[in-house]
């Protein structure tokens, strides 16, 4: 470990000692928080030249070298790097997203949580987490999620009937109404929910039908049909005569317009008596 020279040895670098037969060492320097430090070939203390790594827990970055080595001096070339906290700074939402547990900052492992407004859907994940890339930066996972606006299916237009409204997003309504002749069975309007579904009954047009009109007895009825707009004439058999309307229509709320005839007995007034004469 050295050249003799007048009045001892001439130690090398790293060599000690009266005849240069120690080696420099260098003693346990410690670990950084939240990290650890390999130890030496032989374990600590660490042999000149010898080099020690630092490393960190999961969830946290290394600040500084990640070595150090042992120097002829007896002390390691570097003190021990900090090992911080990997963090991830929440993303500002897209239109209509709604964060439920808003904060500035969160930490490795942790997750942020989305929701949408009222009327909107989430389209993308419904949780990030707060990871780290190759260098021990903090990145989230996935990607910002968006809230789309809610929407039911277009309705079917009724046969024989109209469908006004052609929005169909989340508290919007489409009205219905049918043709003359016919009548609404179900909801008159429908209403988006928030669900995407439409809320009322889907309506249909059915004919309006008046029922079969009373046949007077002694008498007669003549239909085509009982439609709406349809006509009903009424006759009486010979001795009698019609009491009451000829004909009936079948009007919009599926009724006659007036009450049915009767067949009365046809009475002949008294003839009276002649003149300056007797009956």
């Avoid at 990145?139 to 277009?154: H, I, Q, S």
């Avoid at 995407?196 to 008046?210: F, H, K, Y």
């Avoid at 229509?249 to 007995?265: H, S």
Wanted: glycine content about 14%; charged content about 20%; aromatic content about 10%.
């Amino acid at each position: 470990g050295g050249d003799i020279a007048d009045g001892g040895c001439a130690c090398r670098k790293g060599f000690t000692g009266q005849c240069c037969q120690e080696i420099s060492v260098c003693p346990y320097i410690g670990k950084p928080a939240n990290g650890q430090v390999s130890a030496p070939t032989g374990g600590f203390p660490g042999n000149y030249l010898e080099v020690i790594q630092y490393t960190c827990k999961e969830g946290y970055t290394l600040i500084g070298e990640d070595y150090a080595i042992c120097q002829a001096n007896g002390t390691w070339s570097r003190r021990p790097p900090k090992c911080e906290l990997i963090q991830c700074a929440a993303e500002g939402p897209n239109p209509n997203v709604e964060l439920l547990n808003s904060r500035a900052v969160f930490a490795f492992g942790e997750s942020i949580y989305y929701g949408c407004k009222v009327g909107f859907k989430l389209v993308g994940p419904k949780s990030r987490t707060c990871e780290s890339d190759l260098v021990g930066v903090g990145r989230w996972t996935g990607f910002n999620p968006l809230c789309e606006a809610v929407k039911c299916n277009p309705p079917i237009e009724p046969i024989n009937g109209k469908k006004q409204g052609n929005d169909y997003r989340y508290g919007q309504k489409v009205s219905f109404s049918c043709n003359e002749g016919f009548t609404l069975v179900g909801s008159e309007t429908l209403f988006c929910s928030d669900m995407g579904q439409w809320i009322g009954n889907m309506p249909i047009c059915e004919r309006i039908v008046c029922e079969a009109p009373f046949v007077p007895r002694n008498g007669e009825v003549m239909i085509a049909s009982q439609h709406y707009g349809s006509t009903a004439i009424f006759g009486c058999l010979p001795g009698y005569r019609l009491n009451g309307p000829k004909a009936l229509f079948c009007e919009e709320g599926g009724a006659w317009n007036d009450t049915e005839p009767k067949c009365d007995a046809a009475i002949c007034k008294g003839p009276g008596s002649p003149e300056n004469g007797y009956k």
